[in-house]
């Protein structure tokens, strides 16, 4: 009786949790442990599913003959259930060496990519895995003792964004073990299960039996403050997502916030913002710490108009006046130039997507301006040169009758930095007439009696 009713307690978690539909593949990571094999046995018997499952096991080579005996033991359990057996044997040790990873480390990242691939290879709708109450609780632990956030302490997922999925999440160790004894089913254990140089097994075997002098059903307990908090943190990441999308904007391979929006949010609000960010631009979280978000912070907080910082995964950080920048990879667009020379009216391209159009000019009143100038032919005739800016260029904006540098007007007009070499400049000879979309020089003042007058705007995507 008891069987029947903890296969459907499980199959009551896959409904609620959605976590896949009768008829498909599903990918059953099967290390040997009663665990995995518990997870297996359950879903080879939920009613009305029609499921095809595919035992898929990694050999770690990490203990010698009793990892190929573990192999061996799933591959003749596989073919007990009559379903498909992947192995791959892997050698984590010298995997964690060469890439400069633990050893728990270096076992997640093989296993994901070797889960990965036989999930590509069946079309399988998900992986599933041997996660269950008391895993959640030492996770919770595990996160609370090294320092994480809500996101951390929400523990293990009942399904996640890569499609793993634990139907298990509910059930305990021992109703587990209670589960297997009663079908007569045996499993294998792990002996490095019980070495305690690794932080989980100190957890499971030392301080969990210590709290439960103070709380006998600290597991319980701890399993639905994960449960709780996930919840919580479903509702702010889609209050995340909604604020993200009201102040920032993604732009080819960058991030661009709004600064004053962000310097606006209450600084909870602001701290996720910022990790959200970072994650679109990057791909990733990883590396990332909270000093890394304290100092995005501090630039957002700062009076300084310009900053700009190094982030992990090649981010680079620009603050530009009132935008946030974040770009991943190489950011030498950031620094880009070009020159060319304009011979004649027509329309002209520029890198970078902008065009000159020069035209004939059709009105008597010339009136230069940020987005259009005027150039009498007589005082400067073609060719002209159009190019970036350089340092210690210099003009006499219109109006005006002193000299100033180009740099200085580009901080009166709060261009940013990352803009500023992408922006043209319209050389007569050896005079700059005019600073695309941002004035022109005094030296484009026409006469009304001109007859030989050209228009030249810019288009900037």
């Given at each position: 009786?008891?069987?029947?009713?903890?296969?459907?307690?499980?199959?009551?978690?896959?409904?609620?949790?959605?976590?896949?539909?009768?008829?498909?593949?599903?990918?059953?990571?099967?290390?040997?442990?009663?665990?995995?094999?518990?997870?297996?046995?359950?879903?080879?018997?939920?009613?009305?599913?029609?499921?095809?499952?595919?035992?898929?096991?990694?050999?770690?080579?990490?203990?010698?003959?009793?990892?190929?005996?573990?192999?061996?033991?799933?591959?003749?359990?596989?073919?007990?259930?009559?379903?498909?057996?992947?192995?791959?044997?892997?050698?984590?040790?010298?995997?964690?060496e060469d890439q400069r990873l633990n050893l728990e480390d270096a076992g997640r990242r093989a296993r994901i990519a070797f889960f990965d691939e036989i999930?590509?290879?069946?079309?399988?709708?998900?992986?599933?895995?041997?996660?269950?109450?008391?895993?959640?609780?030492?996770?919770?632990?595990?996160?609370?003792?090294?320092?994480?956030?809500?996101?951390?302490?929400?523990?293990?997922?009942?399904?996640?964004?890569?499609?793993?999925?634990?139907?298990?999440?509910?059930?305990?160790?021992?109703?587990?073990?209670?589960?297997?004894?009663?079908?007569?089913?045996?499993?294998?254990?792990?002996?490095?299960?019980?070495?305690?140089?690794?932080?989980?097994?100190?957890?499971?075997?030392?301080?969990?039996?210590?709290l439960e002098e103070y709380n006998p059903a600290i597991r319980a307990g701890l399993a639905a403050t994960a449960s709780i908090i996930r919840g919580d943190?479903?509702?702010?990441?889609?209050?995340?997502?909604?604020?993200?999308?009201?102040?920032?904007?993604?732009?080819?391979?960058?991030?661009?916030?709004?600064?004053?929006?962000?310097?606006?949010?209450?600084?909870?609000?602001?701290?996720?913002?910022?990790?959200?960010?970072?994650?679109?631009?990057?791909?990733?979280?990883?590396?990332?710490?909270?000093?890394?978000?304290?100092?995005?912070?501090?630039?957002?907080?700062?009076?300084?108009?310009?900053?700009?910082?190094?982030?992990?995964?090649?981010?680079?950080?620009?603050?530009?006046?009132?935008?946030?920048?974040?770009?991943?990879?190489?950011?030498?667009?950031?620094?880009?130039?070009?020159?060319?020379?304009?011979?004649?009216?027509?329309?002209?391209?520029?890198?970078?997507?902008?065009?000159?159009?020069?035209?004939?000019?059709?009105?008597?009143?010339?009136?230069?301006?940020?987005?259009?100038?005027?150039?009498?032919?007589?005082?400067?005739?073609?060719?002209?040169?159009?190019?970036?800016?350089?340092?210690?260029?210099?003009?006499?904006?219109?109006?005006?009758?002193?000299?100033?540098?180009?740099?200085?007007?580009?901080?009166?007009?709060?261009?940013?930095?990352?803009?500023?070499?992408?922006?043209?400049?319209?050389?007569?000879?050896?005079?700059?007439?005019?600073?695309?979309?941002?004035?022109?020089?005094?030296?484009?003042?026409?006469?009304?009696?001109?007859?030989?007058?050209?228009?030249?705007?810019?288009?900037?995507?």
């Amino acid at each position: 009786m008891m069987n029947s009713a903890l296969v459907s307690r499980v199959e009551k978690t896959i409904r609620l949790q959605r976590l896949f539909r009768p008829g498909g593949a599903l990918v059953v990571g099967l290390s040997g442990g009663a665990d995995s094999i518990a997870l297996l046995d359950i879903l080879s018997r939920l009613q009305g599913y029609n499921l095809h499952l595919i035992a898929t096991h990694l050999n770690h080579c990490l203990r010698g003959a009793e990892s190929d005996a573990d192999q061996e033991f799933c591959r003749l359990l596989a073919g007990q259930y009559a379903i498909p057996f992947e192995v791959r044997r892997i050698d984590i040790k010298k995997m964690a060496e060469d890439q400069r990873l633990n050893l728990e480390d270096a076992g997640r990242r093989a296993r994901i990519a070797f889960f990965d691939e036989i999930r590509a290879k069946y079309g399988a709708a998900a992986v599933a895995l041997a996660h269950h109450a008391d895993d959640q609780a030492e996770t919770l632990l595990m996160r609370l003792l090294r320092g994480s956030g809500m996101t951390g302490l929400s523990g293990m997922a009942y399904r996640n964004d890569r499609g793993y999925i634990r139907p298990l999440l509910d059930i305990t160790r021992v109703e587990i073990e209670q589960y297997l004894r009663s079908y007569g089913i045996e499993w294998r254990e792990d002996a490095s299960n019980s070495d305690t140089v690794y932080l989980r097994n100190r957890i499971r075997h030392q301080l969990l039996p210590l709290l439960e002098e103070y709380n006998p059903a600290i597991r319980a307990g701890l399993a639905a403050t994960a449960s709780i908090i996930r919840g919580d943190e479903v509702l702010l990441r889609e209050l995340t997502e909604q604020t993200f999308a009201a102040s920032c904007r993604i732009r080819d391979n960058s991030v661009e916030g709004s600064v004053v929006q962000l310097r606006a949010l209450n600084p909870a609000l602001r701290r996720r913002v910022l990790r959200y960010a970072f994650s679109r631009s990057a791909g990733s979280l990883e590396r990332v710490t909270q000093r890394h978000i304290d100092a995005l912070f501090e630039m957002i907080d700062s009076s300084r108009p310009n900053a700009r910082l190094a982030f992990p995964h090649g981010v680079t950080v620009l603050r530009e006046y009132d935008r946030l920048v974040l770009v991943k990879g190489d950011d030498s667009s950031l620094e880009s130039g070009f020159e060319m020379h304009i011979s004649e009216p027509g329309c002209y391209q520029l890198p970078g997507g902008a065009s000159i159009e020069v035209e004939v000019a059709r009105s008597t009143t010339f009136k230069a301006s940020s987005d259009a100038v005027y150039v009498d032919l007589n005082k400067f005739p073609f060719p002209w040169l159009v190019r970036t800016f350089r340092s210690g260029d210099r003009m006499q904006p219109f109006g005006m009758k002193g000299r100033k540098k180009v740099k200085d007007i580009f901080i009166d007009h709060k261009i940013p930095q990352s803009e500023r070499r992408s922006i043209p400049l319209l050389y007569c000879g050896n005079d700059l007439v005019w600073v695309a979309g941002v004035c022109a020089s005094e030296l484009s003042r026409v006469c009304e009696d001109t007859y030989a007058v050209v228009k030249a705007t810019c288009k900037r995507q």
